[in-house]
């Protein structure tokens, strides 16, 4: 893939398909998301609080006219280090055809200048601790695993 061919842009609705599928095409993926169409109405109404929110971005890769790649970043606001912005990135995947070619670390250089242009002072991001491989390449970009996050399913 050259560098010419790929586009990064704001998701539309009509992204959803393709981006549910991505999300799908992973391990951890295939058992908890929902591959039927039309897409499933939660999916539907995430997507739309996303695009209502001024603080979310839900991006997707393009290339060729066919969507390749997705994340989304989160700007939040916040009093520590003095009043700093995070940009919190998730949801990143690209579709297996494409790994191994950069596109990831170009989706990221791109989403990590997307959070410096809206004024972050810190990009960060979890990664699943069942992934290594993951967590090598979001070391390879300058990111370090230099706290241990948590989570409580509700």
């Known amino acids: 893939?050259?560098?010419e061919d790929l586009l990064l842009r704001?998701?539309?609705?009509?992204?959803?398909?393709?981006?549910?599928?991505?999300l799908a095409d992973d391990p951890l993926g295939?058992?908890?998301?929902?591959?039927?169409?039309?897409?499933?109405?939660?999916?539907?109404a995430a997507f739309a609080a996303i695009e209502r929110d001024p603080n979310q971005f839900l991006a997707v890769a393009e290339?060729?006219?066919?969507?390749v790649g997705c994340l989304q970043?989160?700007?939040?606001?916040?009093?520590?280090r003095l009043g700093l912005w995070r940009g919190q990135i998730e949801s990143v995947r690209v579709a297996?055809?494409?790994?191994?070619?950069?596109?990831?670390?170009?989706?990221?250089?791109?989403?990590?200048?997307?959070?410096?242009?809206?004024?972050?002072?810190?990009?960060?991001?979890?990664?699943?601790?069942s992934r290594p491989e993951a967590?090598?390449?979001?070391?390879?970009?300058?990111f370090s695993a230099s706290h241990e996050g948590m989570k409580l399913t509700l």
């Open 63 to 67: 290339s060729g006219g066919e969507v």
């Open 96 to 129: 297996a055809s494409q790994r191994g070619r950069g596109l990831g670390r170009r989706v990221f250089e791109w989403a990590i200048a997307e959070c410096r242009r809206r004024g972050c002072g810190l990009v960060q991001l979890t990664t699943d601790k």
């Open 30 to 44: 295939r058992a908890r998301e929902d591959r039927g169409m039309p897409p499933n109405p939660a999916y539907v």
């Open 10 to 22: 704001r998701a539309t609705t009509a992204d959803l398909p393709a981006i549910i599928a991505l």
């Open 1 to 3: 893939m050259s560098g």
């Open 135 to 142: 967590l090598r390449f979001y070391e390879s970009l300058g």
């Open 73 to 80: 970043i989160s700007f939040i606001p916040g009093l520590s």
